[in-house]
């Protein structure tokens, strides 16, 4: 470990290590404000000019039984020198309540050898003698996996400035954080200031003196003393997560009512909103259930005003039908699912990328509808105005794939500047030329004008039926085969404006690594690994599933091997050897990409409820060129 | 002249708009159906009160009832089966202009839909609902509906319907925040029309259950009501319905209850269908009641300019 020549920054006492980033954890039980903690430290760290990521570490329960092994709750805020795009690999340093929740994280590989945790003593002094030789076989148990334990006085400490230090140590956590890595405590103290202005000065003081507290002991104590160096910033930020992000979109393109139903994790879009949309003229209806969410916003789209609804898979799963007759009845509307884990109630809280079938295929017959998957945070703001302009040009449903990741990941993005076009035009209350019907479609496109209450001469009768062009029910065949037509050659209309993705890395090679949605930074991250390593591997990453977007085919045969990585169930061979041509399942992103080009794209995902980090990207890499090496190894003579 | 100022100019307005405004081709009903009655009354009622075609939107759900607006020359919404309530809900939220009329099933309010249906009168929003309740599944060929009377044969319940129907009156006077009630019958065209009028000046959503003959499969189900109209009970009072006494001597049963009173509406829901007489005209009307439109229509005068303003200030908040 090399000291830096010159490492004295403000408030600190000795020499600072400077490092490139750092993963930095919050451990605890449910409702010991690690998140809260974390995601001020995450503030501060932006604040300083850091690229941040944060993830919240989430049980599924408000609050699962205190010291559980699966009952972690908390939260990693990963911060460097450049643009951080993903939770990364294992953390530097964890910050734990106690020591049983650091069992679930280490099952999950959160830690490496060499991660120093520091860990609550207050459990030695434990009352119960199960809970202090709990405490002391643990600590003997993560010594020997190689993790630098070390114990502190937290609750002891907090207790010296207040009376119940469980509900406190969270901002004196924040105080140690921000000393040990060299932050401006004053930017921790305004944190607190922000978090607190609704209870009154004397909560903020009484928070902010733990704070002081946690950054004292760090220098009295100092046992890490790093230095993260911010990097340039060239535009002012915001700092939000993908959620927040969604929020900010929906007000920035104008949408007028946004219709939802309690269900995670999507919710939180609408507590930013039910907070803000009302400042900019929107409607937020909570809706008594997930259908009659969509059928209030294809009502509301219909008389002519912008809407959305918001869901995650189960709700999306019941508002199939609704979506269908949006397709049907061609109503401009914005979807956004916030994917979690499935089938069925599945992983609540936890990230997945297994919808994209269903947001395909999941209406009955045949419908098709623009589906787009945001990639970033950022691309969650953008995306909204996208869809939303998109929805009204090809007159249907549109839908927004994010995930869970992205839902709750917090990274400082680009301010964006509020634009007039972005919003929605009013709606047009002129005649309706009499000559034009009410699905006016333009045989090449599928497009036509849409007629709005209020039109006089537009009057026409939506319906779910097969109908002709002047909105008829429809009693012959040819009509029905017409009305698909059109509606299908929308999307081949649109796929025709679409540019080919960029691929990153180089143009041909080995190895091309296919994502979309939220894997997007750790791929490139791990791409990026792999060559430096000397493989040949680089990636593409698509926004839009459908259509897709054009010249995959063409990119794909650049390239000897095609792998599709994500975050859905597919068959992997370490676990039950299947023949790949017959019994594998593969992911539904591979299947898609097959269908689509007609390469043979392989495919590597898993399941376990977490974001995928560089890491395991990078060893499925290094394993696919093993494996392929080996491969044509035997069949040479 | 004839009393007029001498000043008096004459001003039509410059639309007026007669029945065929309203008329959107042949009803494709099987003879005899009451649905017919239903539409007529409508479009008498849309041309009385002259309302722009354009501004009136028709919204249904799925079953014979719900080919409703195809039948009107106004705008229409024939949507999903059970969801027509969520729908006009939407299209009112930020369009106070429109005139929202619903027609609705048995099957489709009281049953696939009777989630929206609590819902939806707890919202209170400025809509009229018409229950074109005919006792049964008629575009499916004859399944027993939630408001089968016990007995009934159908295809569904070949040996009679198991349990006694659900009385929509009784549940909807249940919901919070119901606001008007009424139920009229499909035989009697001055008391259906004067009932449905009755709700289109309601502030809120008035609820008016028609009993609606099928001729093909439930044709006798009130063929007793039609025969004895003694067996009917007509409401009357002057916070509620009053008839033109030619019609009100038809029935030889009347009621001068306050429909104000919630108490005394749910007597009378309560008898319906049971042993009492079945109720006709306005059951309960409170206009006193919140609206849902209150809220919904909040912010919808903001200027794009506005609007960018405002969004500034939010995008500042996250702002480092």
Same mark, same amino acid.
């Given at each position: 470990?090399?000291?830096?020549?010159?490492?004295?920054?403000?408030?600190?006492?000795?020499?600072?290590?400077?490092?490139?980033?750092?993963?930095?954890?919050?451990?605890?039980?449910?409702?010991?404000?690690?998140?809260?903690?974390?995601?001020?430290?995450?503030?501060?760290?932006?604040?300083?000019?850091?690229?941040?990521?944060?993830?919240?570490?989430?049980?599924?329960?408000?609050?699962?039984?205190?010291?559980?092994?699966?009952?972690?709750?908390?939260?990693?805020?990963?911060?460097?020198?450049?643009?951080?795009?993903?939770?990364?690999?294992?953390?530097?340093?964890?910050?734990?309540?106690?020591?049983?929740?650091?069992?679930?994280?280490?099952?999950?590989?959160?830690?490496?050898?060499?991660?120093?945790?520091?860990?609550?003593?207050?459990?030695?002094?434990?009352?119960?003698?199960?809970?202090?030789?709990?405490?002391?076989?643990?600590?003997?148990?993560?010594?020997?996996?190689?993790?630098?334990?070390?114990?502190?006085?937290?609750?002891?400490?907090?207790?010296?400035?207040?009376?119940?230090?469980?509900?406190?140590?969270?901002?004196?956590?924040?105080?140690?954080?921000?000393?040990?890595?060299?932050?401006?405590?004053?930017?921790?103290?305004?944190?607190?200031?922000?978090?607190?202005?609704?209870?009154?000065?004397?909560?903020?003081?009484?928070?902010?003196?733990?704070?002081?507290?946690?950054?004292?002991?760090?220098?009295?104590?100092?046992?890490?003393?790093?230095?993260?160096?911010?990097?340039?910033?060239?535009?002012?930020?915001?700092?939000?997560?993908?959620?927040?992000?969604?929020?900010?979109?929906?007000?920035?393109?104008?949408?007028?009512?946004?219709?939802?139903?309690?269900?995670?994790?999507?919710?939180?879009?609408?507590?930013?909103?039910?907070?803000?949309?009302?400042?900019?003229?929107?409607?937020?209806?909570?809706?008594?259930?997930?259908?009659?969410?969509?059928?209030?916003?294809?009502?509301?789209?219909?008389?002519?005003?912008?809407?959305?609804?918001?869901?995650?898979?189960?709700?999306?799963?019941?508002?199939?039908?609704?979506?269908?007759?949006?397709?049907?009845?061609?109503?401009?509307?914005?979807?956004?699912?916030?994917?979690?884990?499935?089938?069925?109630?599945?992983?609540?809280?936890?990230?997945?990328?297994?919808?994209?079938?269903?947001?395909?295929?999941?209406?009955?017959?045949?419908?098709?509808?623009?589906?787009?998957?945001?990639?970033?945070?950022?691309?969650?703001?953008?995306?909204?105005?996208?869809?939303?302009?998109?929805?009204?040009?090809?007159?249907?449903?549109?839908?927004?794939?994010?995930?869970?990741?992205?839902?709750?990941?917090?990274?400082?993005?680009?301010?964006?500047?509020?634009?007039?076009?972005?919003?929605?035009?009013?709606?047009?209350?002129?005649?309706?030329?009499?000559?034009?019907?009410?699905?006016?479609?333009?045989?090449?496109?599928? +497009?036509? #004008?849409?007629? !709005?209450? *209020?039109?006089?001469? @537009? =009057?026409?009768?939506?319906? /779910?039926?097969?109908? $002709?062009?002047?909105?008829?029910?429809?009693?012959?065949?040819?009509?029905?085969?017409?009305?698909?037509?059109?509606?299908?050659?929308?999307?081949?209309?649109?796929?025709?404006? +679409?540019? #080919?993705?960029? !691929?990153? *890395?180089?143009?041909? @090679? =080995?190895?091309?690594?296919? /994502?979309?949605?939220? $894997?997007?930074?750790?791929?490139?991250?791990?791409?990026?690994?792999?060559?430096?390593?000397?493989?040949?591997?680089?990636?593409?990453?698509?926004?839009?599933?459908?259509?897709?977007?054009?010249?995959?085919?063409?990119?794909?045969?650049?390239?000897?091997?095609?792998?599709?990585? /994500?975050?859905?169930? $597919?068959?992997?061979?370490?676990?039950?050897?299947?023949?790949?041509?017959?019994?594998?399942?593969?992911?539904?992103?591979?299947?898609?990409?097959?269908?689509?080009?007609?390469?043979?794209?392989?495919?590597?995902?898993?399941?376990?409820?977490?974001?995928?980090?560089?890491?395991?990207?990078?060893?499925?890499?290094?394993?696919?060129?093993?494996?392929?090496?080996?491969?044509?190894?035997?069949?040479?003579? | 002249?004839?009393?007029?100022?001498?000043?008096?100019?004459?001003?039509?307005?410059?639309?007026?708009?007669?029945?065929?405004?309203?008329?959107?081709?042949?009803?494709?009903?099987?003879?005899?159906?009451?649905?017919?009655?239903?539409?007529?009354?409508?479009?008498?009622?849309?041309?009385?009160?002259?309302?722009?075609?354009?501004?009136?939107?028709?919204?249904?759900?799925?079953?014979?009832?719900?080919?409703?607006?195809?039948?009107?020359?106004?705008?229409?919404?024939?949507?999903?089966?059970?969801?027509?309530?969520?729908?006009?809900?939407?299209?009112?939220?930020?369009?106070?202009?429109?005139?929202?009329?619903?027609?609705?099933?048995?099957?489709?309010?009281?049953?696939?839909?009777?989630?929206?249906?609590?819902?939806?009168?707890?919202?209170?929003?400025?809509?009229?609902?018409?229950?074109?309740?005919?006792?049964?599944?008629?575009?499916?060929?004859?399944?027993?509906?939630?408001?089968?009377?016990?007995?009934?044969?159908?295809?569904?319940?070949?040996?009679?319907?198991?349990?006694?129907?659900?009385?929509?009156?009784?549940?909807?006077?249940?919901?919070?925040?119901?606001?008007?009630?009424?139920?009229?019958?499909?035989?009697?065209?001055?008391?259906?029309?004067?009932?449905?009028?009755?709700?289109?000046?309601?502030?809120?959503?008035?609820?008016?259950?028609?009993?609606?003959?099928?001729?093909?499969?439930?044709?006798?189900?009130?063929?007793?009501?039609?025969?004895?109209?003694?067996?009917?009970?007509?409401?009357?009072?002057?916070?509620?319905?009053?008839?033109?006494?030619?019609?009100?001597?038809?029935?030889?049963?009347?009621?001068?209850?306050?429909?104000?009173?919630?108490?005394?509406?749910?007597?009378?829901?309560?008898?319906?269908?049971?042993?009492?007489?079945?109720?006709?005209?306005?059951?309960?009307?409170?206009?006193?009641?919140?609206?849902?439109?209150?809220?919904?229509?909040?912010?919808?005068?903001?200027?794009?300019?506005?609007?960018?303003?405002?969004?500034?200030?939010?995008?500042?908040?996250?702002?480092?």
């Amino acid at each position: 470990m090399s000291y830096a020549t010159d490492g004295s920054t403000a408030g600190t006492v000795g020499p600072r290590t400077q490092v490139r980033e750092q993963i930095v954890e919050i451990v605890s039980d449910s409702g010991e404000g690690a998140q809260k903690a974390g995601q001020a430290f995450g503030a501060v760290c932006a604040k300083s000019g850091c690229g941040v990521w944060t993830v919240e570490i989430i049980p599924a329960e408000i609050k699962p039984p205190a010291r559980s092994r699966a009952g972690a709750s908390g939260i990693r805020i990963r911060f460097g020198s450049k643009v951080i795009t993903n939770m990364g690999n294992e953390a530097d340093v964890v910050i734990a309540f106690n020591e049983q929740v650091l069992y679930g994280r280490i099952q999950q590989g959160a830690y490496r050898k060499g991660t120093r945790i520091f860990l609550d003593s207050k459990w030695r002094k434990d009352d119960s003698p199960q809970i202090r030789e709990a405490f002391e076989t643990a600590i003997a148990e993560f010594r020997e996996k190689g993790f630098i334990v070390q114990e502190f006085p937290l609750e002891e400490e907090c207790a010296k400035l207040i009376a119940n230090p469980r509900v406190g140590k969270n901002m004196f956590v924040l105080g140690l954080l921000t000393e040990m890595f060299g932050m401006n405590v004053e930017l921790s103290l305004a944190e607190a200031a922000f978090l607190f202005r609704r209870k009154g000065e004397e909560v903020i003081s009484r928070n902010q003196d733990l704070i002081r507290a946690g950054y004292a002991y760090g220098q009295e104590n100092a046992e890490v003393a790093l230095e993260v160096p911010p990097r340039e910033l060239l535009t002012s930020q915001i700092v939000v997560n993908g959620n927040q992000a969604l929020a900010l979109g929906i007000m920035a393109a104008g949408i007028e009512v946004v219709a939802m139903y309690p269900i995670t994790p999507a919710t939180s879009v609408s507590h930013h909103l039910g907070d803000s949309f009302f400042r900019v003229g929107g409607l937020l209806h909570q809706a008594e259930d997930e259908i009659a969410a969509i059928g209030f916003a294809v009502g509301a789209s219909y008389a002519g005003k912008t809407a959305c609804t918001i869901t995650s898979g189960p709700g999306l799963a019941l508002k199939t039908e609704f979506i269908g007759l949006a397709v049907m009845g061609e109503v401009p509307l914005v979807i956004i699912d916030v994917q979690r884990g499935g089938p069925s109630t599945g992983l609540p809280t936890k990230v997945e990328q297994g919808d994209l079938m269903a947001s395909l295929y999941g209406a009955p017959g045949d419908a098709p509808k623009i589906i787009m998957a945001a990639a970033t945070i950022e691309e969650c703001f953008h995306m909204v105005i996208t869809a939303r302009k998109l929805a009204e040009a090809f007159r249907g449903p549109v839908l927004i794939l994010t995930d869970a990741n992205l839902a709750t990941g917090v990274q400082p993005i680009p301010r964006p500047e509020p634009r007039e076009e972005w919003i929605a035009p009013p709606i047009d209350s002129s005649p309706w030329d009499p000559n034009v019907t009410a699905y006016d479609w333009d045989p090449e496109t599928g +497009l036509s #004008p849409r007629p !709005v209450p *209020g039109q006089p001469g @537009g =009057e026409y009768v939506l319906t /779910g039926l097969a109908h $002709t062009g002047d909105a008829h029910v429809a009693y012959d065949p040819d009509s029905n085969q017409k009305g698909m037509e059109m509606r299908s050659r929308k999307l081949r209309a649109l796929r025709k404006t +679409l540019r #080919p993705p960029k !691929v990153h *890395g180089e143009e041909s @090679g =080995e190895l091309l690594v296919v /994502g979309w949605g939220s $894997t997007l930074g750790a791929i490139e991250e791990a791409v990026e690994a792999a060559r430096a390593e000397g493989l040949s591997v680089s990636s593409v990453h698509l926004r839009f599933v459908s259509p897709m977007e054009p010249g995959l085919k063409e990119i794909f045969e650049r390239f000897d091997r095609v792998l599709a990585i /994500g975050i859905q169930y $597919t068959d992997l061979d370490e676990y039950a050897p299947a023949d790949p041509t017959t019994d594998r399942r593969r992911s539904q992103f591979a299947s898609l990409l097959r269908d689509e080009t007609l390469v043979d794209v392989d495919s590597w995902s898993q399941v376990h409820g977490q974001p995928l980090s560089p890491g395991i990207i990078l060893d499925v890499i290094r394993k696919n060129f093993s494996q392929h090496s080996a491969a044509a190894g035997r069949t040479q003579p | 002249m004839f009393g007029l100022e001498e000043d008096w100019e004459l001003d039509p307005p410059a639309r007026y708009f007669t029945l065929e405004d309203y008329e959107g081709g042949v009803a494709r009903w099987c003879p005899g159906c009451g649905d017919f009655g239903v539409l007529t009354a409508v479009q008498k009622i849309c041309r009385d009160e002259q309302l722009p075609p354009e501004k009136v939107v028709a919204v249904s759900g799925i079953g014979c009832s719900s080919r409703f607006p195809h039948y009107m020359k106004t705008y229409g919404f024939h949507g999903l089966h059970g969801r027509p309530l969520p729908v006009a809900c939407g299209i009112k939220s930020r369009r106070p202009d429109l005139q929202v009329w619903v027609a609705t099933g048995d099957g489709d309010c009281c049953s696939i839909g009777a989630g929206h249906w609590i819902h939806a009168i707890r919202y209170n929003m400025d809509i009229t609902v018409m229950l074109f309740d005919n006792n049964v599944y008629g575009l499916t060929k004859n399944q027993t509906s939630p408001t089968s009377p016990q007995g009934l044969k159908t295809n569904t319940h070949p040996r009679g319907a198991w349990l006694p129907p659900l009385n929509p009156l009784q549940a909807v006077l249940g919901f919070t925040n119901c606001s008007f009630v009424a139920q009229a019958v499909d035989w009697n065209p001055p008391l259906l029309h004067a009932v449905l009028e009755a709700a289109y000046h309601h502030k809120g959503t008035s609820f008016v259950r028609i009993l609606q003959r099928c001729p093909t499969y439930t044709d006798q189900v009130f063929h007793h009501l039609q025969h004895d109209p003694a067996q009917l009970l007509l409401l009357q009072h002057e916070d509620g319905l009053v008839m033109d006494e030619k019609i009100a001597r038809i029935f030889p049963n009347k009621s001068g209850h306050d429909p104000s009173n919630m108490k005394e509406a749910r007597a009378i829901a309560d008898a319906d269908g049971g042993e009492g007489a079945i109720p006709v005209g306005v059951v309960y009307r409170d206009p006193t009641r919140p609206i849902y439109d209150e809220f919904t229509t909040v912010g919808m005068g903001m200027t794009a300019d506005q609007k960018i303003e405002a969004l500034g200030q939010e995008l500042d908040r996250f702002a480092i």
